[in-house]
């Protein structure tokens, strides 16, 4: 191949952005080309299996030249494409000020980058985009300006809410993984966009945070979006919105709970990516994603054990929203209404002798499949202060009630089945975009609360999917600290600038039906 480095990308302020490029060797062919817009630098290959060892990632499946969660270069051109590596414009030795996840002047940039690759005298004149995490997320916000030579994407595990999926889940502020990126994406020899001072300045969903929310209804290219259920806290929930609101007429979800990175990088589903590519980039007329279902999706049953199911949509419209109600005088979860109230207490800093969580259970006495968005309505009180953070999740134990691990933030193998998050003061909630499956906080304003006094608290809980066998049990825990932990040096979503103080207390019975809300999917 041939490789050219450090490439100045003129740009419409008249900058530049640059980008390392390989192509084939034979220029005779026209070649496509398939971008990654990136902040972690064109000039280091990132291999995962060094940094992330516990990514999953074979290093047999990429090359030297793979640069950080992009498409190594040695496979696709080989196949005739050429790859281009462009840092995000301002950043390392780029000229002008950096922006990040944004939909203005960042997006704007990489649109030149695609229309400056298309006319180069090597190119067919079409453009795709490939890769991971950021390199997702900037997919979905340049192809909402609708690029002439972009002809298509396939967003793998991207966030397109920076607010509510990165900076804040459910109100809470992020501790580790959000300060983590912002200084390793704040890289350069000029100004740039100062994302954890600007956290500071805007705890409310404000016009900064509007502009770093996708687009997703701008979009019309053809999608082929990758999503996982096993990244709770980071990609999970904004790669299923981005497939549910593009306006794609061509677009396909393949949706899975393994490691991300492993996947991305896993042989079949690179073969499955090109195969996408080979009919947008190259005009293959007879492909194999033309027999392509509209959503392919993991039903699992334990780690790495799972059925791929063919499905027309997603969410499943044939999905039964069903309650589960929270019975705390037997720390139970039931299909039926309890008629008394009672009501079960934690420390809500999970110290001292006191409970530290609340745990409610049901077995289920035939298979059961819950796949879709899930929700939590709790009626809560505290004996002190005047917020409350509060901490859920849903958990698979097995006949014998031991957890049932599942794959979780692209390292871990031991996670739960799906979380949710809510800072009290936060849970207005925004009524023309939530569901009774899917409350979404409209976070405009701080509505504190008073001690003793019981609040309704509807928490979103991400989507997921998995089926319990009879005898296996849904867990579901509350708690006022973060439900899993990991060693301080572990990039993780952690919430360490928590308010709580005193006891949490959660009712439920008579005239406080706390529940959960799960689809529950019939049998075919």
Known sequence: MVIEIHVPI?????????GDIYRPVDELT?????????????HNPGPLHVIYPKSGTDPSW?????????????????YGYAIAIVDIAGTWLGEGNATYSSGA????????TIEWLAKLPWSNGKVG??????????????????????????????WTDFYREVVRHGGIPCTSFFPYIAHRWGAAITEHEDLLEEAKQHP???????????????????????????????????TLEGYKKIRSAQKWLLVHRRRKWEFYYTPRIVEKQRAFYEKFLKGVTDSPVEKWPKVLLEVSDRSYQGNFREELEWPLSRQLLTPLYLDSSARSLSF???????????????SGLEPSRAIYQITFDKETEISGHISATLYMETTSGDDMDVFVALFKLDNESKVVGLPFYAVYLDGPLALGWLRASHRELDTTLSSPEQPILSHQREMRISQNKIYELNIEILPSSVVYNPGEKLCLVVQGTDITRRPLKEVFARHDERINDGMHRIWSGGD?????LVPIIPDS
Do not use: M
């Open 10 to 18: 003129p740009l419409r302020n008249g900058f530049h952005a640059f």
């Open 30 to 42: 026209k070649a496509p080309t398939l971008l990654s817009w990136t902040p972690y630098g064109k």
């Open 62 to 78: 990429i090359s030297d030249y793979t640069n950080f969660e992009a498409p190594d270069p040695v496979y696709w051109t080989k």
């Open 105 to 112: 002047e960042e997006a704007e940039f990489h649109y030149d």
């Open 129 to 158: 985009l490939s890769g991971v995490s950021y390199l997702a997320v900037s997919q979905w916000h340049v192809a909402a300006l609708n690029p002439p030579s972009l002809a298509c994407i396939c967003p793998d595990e991207g």
């Open 204 to 238: 409310f969903f404000d016009a900064l945070w509007e502009s770093k929310k996708a687009k997703l209804e701008n979009i019309t290219v053809p999608a082929f979006v990758i999503a996982s259920f096993s990244d709770q806290g980071l990609h999970t929930r904004g």
């Open 336 to 350: 039926s209404q309890p008629k008394s109230s009672s009501s079960f207490a934690y420390d809500a800093q999970g």
């Open 512 to 516: 406080y039906q706390s529940r959960l």
